[in-house]
């Protein structure tokens, strides 16, 4: 854990771009760095090649609604594989959705993930790849792995660009770069 410094923000180098983050306090005495991808088309481009040249082989991309939408697309664009997002609601064309609850460090109440029947035929026996932006606490990776088994799909790897606090000590996961938490 690192101590917040007085412009509350942190630089670091991602995929050979360097980027400043702001700190944000999760409580009174921690703070996180956020790192939002989204308008970062630069970021998005070099992250995804970098976690494409580590990914073990693969069939299927999938992450969770929504800060890792841009990142699963432009991995799905580069390796030309197809790829589904888990969404935090029903929607109109899912005419029999499954789901599973998560709660994640930047949600302050639970979340339900859902996918629909027709996205778990195309799951069903492939290799998934789970990708997302950040990963923390790994309760949105557990609910992605829950719908990738209830598909009946095989997890073939599961990656983030950044991996923070006790995530960066994993050995399930693959990432570019460590994130520190911060100090009140």
Not at 28 to 57: C, H, M, N, Q, Y
Not at 80 to 95: D, H, T
Not at 123 to 129: A, E, M, Q, S, Y
């Amino acid at each position: 854990m690192e101590k917040a410094n007085a412009s509350r923000t942190y630089t670091m180098t991602i995929a050979g771009l360097e980027r400043t983050l702001p700190l944000c306090p999760l409580n009174e005495r921690l703070s996180i760095a956020a790192f939002v991808i989204f308008g970062d088309v630069e970021l998005t481009v070099a992250a995804s090649a970098a976690l494409l040249e580590k990914a073990p082989e693969f069939d299927v991309l999938i992450t969770a609604e929504a800060k890792g939408i841009p990142l699963v697309y432009e991995m799905a664009r580069q390796s030309g594989k197809p790829y589904f997002i888990a969404r935090k609601y029903p929607k109109l064309y899912m005419s029999h959705p499954i789901s599973v609850d998560v709660r994640s460090i930047t949600t302050d109440k639970e979340q339900t993930l859902y996918l629909d029947e027709s996205e778990m035929a195309v799951i069903r026996g492939r290799r998934v790849l789970i990708v997302d932006d950040v990963i923390s606490t790994g309760e949105s990776l557990r609910a992605l792995e829950m719908l990738v088994e209830r598909s009946e799909g095989k997890i073939a790897g599961q990656c983030a660009i950044l991996a923070e606090g006790d995530a960066i000590d994993r050995k399930d996961i693959f990432y570019l770069e460590p994130l520190p938490l911060f100090e009140n």
